[in-house]
């Protein structure tokens, strides 16, 4: 696997572009490979240094694991409202470390929020039948609002965005996937909890350490 200087120095004009949208934004979020080869979606951070791209990793997570049995990954920086929408969610999951007893409820909260391709589709439905309606009732002008909405929902399904779509993410509507995201590090959270229960004097978390994103061993 190439690291980042060979790449820098085989398209620096790309490398320089993709390290600006990386510096933009505290947040990644980064793809690793399960054992069974499903993907695993985990926060982290990256900075390069001495030429070289870095992730911060604790040396037992699981993303850490994952890499150092494939080091295939994926990393994403965000755009305004997905930084936005990704701090929040890195917010919720501290106050639930400090407190697991609440996850269920959280859990219980996800399972019935709304993503935004939910919105997207019942957003569509609902202006589209007015449209039709109105078109039928009223005026045939109307008619050309149906079509309007059904023509970005046709966008939406080929290309994986309309117009739409920026407005609903200032409103705060998620992804599937980073709902399922906060999920499985809830999830994770109320696991270690159970599987390592804080000792009666309080428990020492320790330092993560930096490692190479392409270099775990």
């Known amino acids: 696997m190439a690291s980042w200087s060979e790449f820098a120095a085989a398209a620096p004009a790309l490398a320089e572009r993709v390290q600006e949208r990386f510096d933009a934004h505290k947040h990644k979020t980064m793809a690793t490979l399960r054992k069974d080869g499903s993907p695993r979606i985990s926060g982290t951070e ?3 240094e ?4 870095w992730i911060g990793s604790m040396w037992k997570a699981v993303k850490a694991l994952d890499l150092q049995r494939d080091p295939r ?3 994403h ?3 305004e409202d997905n930084s936005r929408i990704r701090d929040e969610m890195m917010q919720r999951l501290d106050y639930f470390r400090a407190h697991p007893e609440q996850i269920g409820k959280r859990i219980k909260e996800l399972n019935e929020e709304w993503d935004i391709e939910r919105a997207l589709a019942t957003g569509s439905s609902c202006l589209s039948l007015l449209g039709l309606a109105l078109g039928l ?3 045939r002008r109307w008619l050309g609002l149906a079509i309007g909405v059904q023509s970005f929902y046709l966008q939406h399904s080929i290309q994986g965005w309309c117009p739409p779509l920026p407005m609903l993410r200032r409103l705060g509507f998620r992804t599937p996937m980073e709902i399922e995201l906060e999920r499985a590090a809830l999830k994770d959270i109320r696991e270690g909890v159970s599987e390592n229960p804080a000792p009666p004097g309080g428990l020492d978390c320790g330092i993560g350490r930096q490692v190479r994103a392409e270099e775990i061993h």
């Not at 001495?50 to 791209?53: A, H, P, Q, S, V």
């Open 46 to 48: 990256c900075q390069f």
């Open 50 to 53: 001495d030429g070289e791209l």
């Open 73 to 75: 990954y994926a990393m």
């Open 77 to 79: 920086s965000a755009t």
């Open 137 to 139: 009732r009223r005026h």
